[in-house]
């Protein structure tokens, strides 16, 4: 088949690979000027299936409400927001009921199981090399902490995850480099789980795509779709027809898919990375984090990336990309020094926002759209990186016909109409 993808994220970059591994004959539309230009760009980089859970959970609009005006608060709310997404509020909030949230849980974490088996096969068969280390801790800096991790410890439990509660001294084995100045109750540790970098695994596999045939379109961008047996697109060079269209165009799909009366309630959710070089690159750096790290009283991800540290956190609804909150920033280096005080040279920083394309019940959106040829893989909100490789595989599998590797309840478009 003719396939075209419209988008060239991480989830966008996977997809093509299936597809043109499969045999088809791909084509990526991508409006940038490389992959992973936008949410792909600089995300935490963590694959830890057992926390890919939905954000509409029970407790959390109490959370939410209880953080609103807080200085380091995990999601903020700007002005003018509560009104404008008020319809995306109302269907977030139904769905942090316990008989909506479970069953969504559970379809996350069945694909992110699949998708970090998948990604490890896909690492293993083409020798990709990209920055990873193994290894998540989550740190439970209080008794508040330890006593809201506990729920989620039997849940682990029962989906077979490998962990350990440890302690504040196990855990200080484990990352040499935590400060000891800083109060830590104990913490999760998965082996299992771990790190990676998003970016770079995306350019692998797109150079992947092209030694199978993928043609990308870097610089175009998609204006309009038109579905049917030849669904088409059109971009400013002109009109194309394929035999199937995938969108996976992030948080930008919402405007291009209701041009062909698909509607879907996709809100940016932004969010802010910090990346900075370890100060003594020898890679030995007892100061420095070793793997992957969560800081739960703040859900701020620091990560190790190569001979850099990545700190990534927030979630902020409304507002603009180009526009960064100081506060959520500073949050991002209040934590780093907190637990890695001196180990990384902030003066040479960068800064980055992105917009997780947010579903308000959690799982992504895979498979036909409803319109006539045109098909989606999107909607992967904080953990589009951990579900992508799976995320592409299944959807290969559903363009051709074929049964799908894991159940696939919970995960269509039906859910949201
Ligand atoms: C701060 C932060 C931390 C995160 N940490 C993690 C993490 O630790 N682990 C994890 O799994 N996930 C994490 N995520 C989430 C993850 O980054 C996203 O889920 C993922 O990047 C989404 O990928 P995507 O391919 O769907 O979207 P994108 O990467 O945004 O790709 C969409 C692409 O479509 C293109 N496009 C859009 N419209 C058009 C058009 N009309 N024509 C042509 N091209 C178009 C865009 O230019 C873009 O390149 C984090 C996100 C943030 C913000």
């Known amino acids: 088949m003719r396939i075209a993808i419209i988008g060239a994220g991480i989830v966008g970059v996977t997809t093509a690979y299936e597809l043109a591994a499969d045999g088809h004959e791909v084509t990526v539309f991508e409006r940038r000027g490389s992959v992973a230009s936008e949410t792909s760009f600089a995300n935490a980089g963590v694959v830890a299936p057992g926390y890919v859970t939905p954000w509409a959970a029970p407790g959390m609009p109490r959370k939410v409400l209880g953080q609103l005006f807080a200085r380091h608060a995990a999601v903020r709310v700007n002005g ?170 992030g948080v930008e799909a919402s405007a291009l898919l209701r041009g062909v009366g698909v509607r879907l309630p996709l809100l940016p959710v932004y969010g802010y990375s910090v990346t900075a070089p370890l100060r003594a690159q020898d890679g030995l750096n007892a100061e420095a984090p070793q793997a992957g790290l969560m800081d739960e009283r703040y859900k701020v991800a620091i990560t190790r990336l190569g001979q850099r540290v990545r700190v990534a956190g927030s979630a902020e609804i409304g507002g603009r990309l180009d526009r960064f909150n100081e506060a959520a920033v500073a949050t991002l280096y209040r934590v780093l020094d907190d637990w890695f005080p001196g180990a990384a040279a902030v003066a040479q920083a960068q800064r980055w926002k992105g917009a997780r394309p947010m579903l308000p019940d959690g799982p992504p959106v895979l498979g036909a759209s409803g319109a006539t040829g045109v098909w989606l893989n999107l909607g992967h909100g904080s953990s589009g990186w951990a579900l992508s490789c799976g995320s592409a595989r299944v959807l290969a599998e559903q363009i051709g016909g074929r049964a799908p590797p894991i159940d696939l309840s919970g995960l269509g478009i039906e859910r949201l109409r």
């Open 80 to 249: 003018g927001a509560l009104a404008t997404h008020a319809g995306w509020l109302w269907r977030w909030w139904r769905a942090c009921r316990p008989a909506v949230y479970t069953p969504n849980r559970s379809a996350m974490q069945r694909l992110a199981r699949f998708s970090q088996h998948r990604l490890a096969e896909l690492t293993h068969a083409m020798q990709l090399d990209y920055e990873q280390r193994p290894g998540y801790l989550v740190l439970l800096r209080g008794v508040k902490e330890l006593v809201q991790a506990r729920p989620g410890l039997a849940l682990l439990a029962e989906m077979g995850v490998k962990f350990e509660l440890v302690d504040a001294d196990q855990a200080r084995r484990l990352e040499p480099g935590l400060n000891p100045d800083t109060e830590l109750r104990a913490a999760i540790h998965l082996p299992s789980d771990g790190v990676g970098n998003c970016r770079q695994f995306a350019h692998l596999m797109k150079n992947e795509a092209q030694r199978l045939g993928a043609d990308f379109r870097f610089d175009t961008d998609v204006l309009q779709l038109a579905p049917g047996a030849r669904p088409a697109v059109r971009t400013a060079q002109g009109e194309m027809a394929f035999d199937a269209v995938v969108v996976a165009a």
